[in-house]
T-cell receptor
Framework: AQSVTQLGSHVSVSEGALVLLRCNYSSSVPPYLFWYVQYPNQGLQLLLKYTSAATLVKGINGFEAEFKKSETSFHLTKPSAHMSDAAEYFCAVSPGNQFYFGTGTSLTVIP | DAGITQSPRHKVTETGTPVTLRCHQTENHRYMYWYRQDPGHGLRLIHYSYGVKDTDKGEVSDGYSVSRSKTEDFLLTLESATSSQTSVYFC????????????FGPGTRLTVL
């Protein structure tokens, strides 16, 4: 079975601090991996995706994620948090037939 | 932004009534999806379509049916709404299937009393 685990349903960071949102996946086949962001009362917006071209993936708004096969992880990072980064973040895996989403991590940025 | 609209955006209905939600796209994408979003569960796939009149079940399809008679429209029907179907429903589209990113609509907030 395919699944995605996001550790920490809520994460708080100070403005300017490192953002680290964790995602681990289980997949019986090499997966495609995605991070989405959801701002209040909006749909999901793609941040970045991993499709096996490179293990370090850069996305929009200064976010990046590193695929680590040995750890089955795809953690999302941003060097310096901005107030506008406050949102809910979802990791998703696609082993080929459909998407499986994690339960989400709500990011709070403290001024 | 991908051209995806959902209607209605908000709906309140009573238990036992039928409800139809509409997803409309202007991107001519082949794949369309319906998800529900609930606290603590993330997004869960209800049904998806891989072409006109071609649909399949997702993880939480019980109590829901779908139809796609045109490329641009994907309808989700709750035949007899229950309180457990109170949720936010999102439509998504993709042009090359599940390996590729999905673009999401703005969502429909459904409350079943």
């Amino acid at each position: 079975a395919q699944s995605v685990t996001q550790l920490g349903s809520h994460v708080s960071v100070s403005e300017g601090a490192l953002v680290l949102l964790r995602c681990n996946y289980s997949s019986s086949v090499p997966p495609y991996l995605f991070w989405y962001v959801q701002y209040p009362n909006q749909g999901l917006q793609l941040l970045l995706k991993y499709t096996s071209a490179a293990t370090l993936v850069k996305g929009i708004n200064g976010f990046e994620a590193e695929f680590k096969k040995s750890e089955t992880s795809f953690h999302l990072t941003k060097p310096s948090a901005h107030m506008s980064d406050a949102a809910e973040y979802f990791c998703a895996v696609s082993p080929g037939n459909q998407f499986y989403f994690g339960t989400g991590t709500s990011l709070t940025v403290i001024p | 932004d991908a051209g995806i609209t959902q209607s209605p955006r908000h709906k309140v209905t009573e238990t036992g009534t039928p409800v139809t939600l509409r997803c409309h796209q202007t991107e001519n994408h082949r794949y369309m999806y319906w998800y529900r979003q609930d606290p603590g569960h993330g997004l869960r796939l209800i049904h998806y379509s891989y072409g006109v009149k071609d649909t399949d079940k997702g993880e939480v399809s019980d109590g829901y049916s779908v139809s796609r008679s045109k490329t641009e429209d994907f309808l989700l029907t709750l035949e007899s709404a229950t309180s457990s179907q109170t949720s936010v429903y999102f439509c998504a589209i993709s042009n090359r299937g599940p390996y590729n990113e999905q673009f999401f609509g703005p969502g429909t907030r459904l409350t079943v009393l």
